[in-house]
């Protein structure tokens, strides 16, 4: 069956610091993969996806995130964090197109002063 | 611009009281969703619409229904909501390339 771990639920940074959120994902066949961003009360927002090609893939605002299909990761990086990077993220795995796409428990990221 | 649009934003609705959501895409997108989101959750899918073919999710309660009358819009009808249906109610669509969200509608049951 299709499933998506995200291990941490909270983690706290430094605003300045680099970012790294972590996502592994069971999938029979070869992925298609999102991350998304929820602010609080808001939809969600795509910040990348990984259909094919180069594993690391870049995305808005910064985000960058690199696919390893030996260990069924994908990882979501920024290098420095900001005060408005706080928010829910949810790694996410689909069939083409993002058709069904099922979504990991979230991490809340904190960022502190 | 907006792409996929949700009315209302916020719904309170009674007890038992049935209750509809809407949707509305520009996208043009064969395919729409409606996913529930509980506080500090995944959303979760309930079901999808592949043209006018309906598709529900195994566990997906009876009390929640949905239309879609043409490619645009799309409901979701709660029948008899409960306290545990207060939730954030998201609607997607998919094309070629990725989902993509409104921005919910947060309903409350009173």
């Known amino acids: 069956a299709q499933s998506v771990t995200q291990p941490d639920i909270h983690i706290t940074v430094s605003e300045g610091a680099s970012l790294e959120l972590r996502c592994n994902y069971s999938?029979?066949?070869?992925?298609?993969l999102f991350w998304y961003v929820q602010s609080p009360g808001q939809g969600l927002q795509l910040l990348l996806k990984?259909?094919?090609?180069?594993?690391l893939v870049q995305g808005i605002k910064g985000f960058e995130a690199e696919f390893k299909r030996s260990q069924s990761s994908f990882n979501l990086r920024k290098p420095s964090v900001h005060w408005s990077d706080a928010a829910e993220y949810f790694c996410?795995?689909?069939?083409?197109?993002?058709?069904?796409?099922?979504f990991g428990a979230g991490t809340r990221l904190f960022v502190k002063a | 611009d907006a792409m996929v649009i949700q009315n209302p934003r916020y719904q309170v609705t009674q007890f038992g009281k049935p209750v509809t959501l809407s949707c509305s895409q520009t996208?043009?997108?064969?395919?729409m969703y409606w996913y529930q989101q509980k506080s500090s959750q995944a959303p979760k899918l309930l079901f999808h619409?592949?043209?006018?073919?309906?598709?529900n999710e195994a566990d997906t309660p009876d009390n929640f229904q949905s239309r879609r009358p043409n490619t645009s819009f799309c409901f979701l009808d709660i029948r008899s909501p409960g306290l545990g249906d207060a939730a954030m109610y998201l609607c997607?669509?998919?094309?070629?390339?990725?989902?993509?969200f409104g921005q919910g509608t947060r309903l409350t049951v009173v």
């Open positions: 996410a795995v689909g069939n083409t197109g993002g058709f069904k796409t099922i």
């Open positions: 619409y592949y043209d006018k073919d309906f598709n």
């Open positions: 996208l043009n997108h064969n395919v």
């Open positions: 990984y259909f094919s090609g180069d594993t």
């Open positions: 999938y029979g066949a070869t992925p298609y």
């Open positions: 997607a669509t998919s094309g070629n390339t990725e989902a993509f």
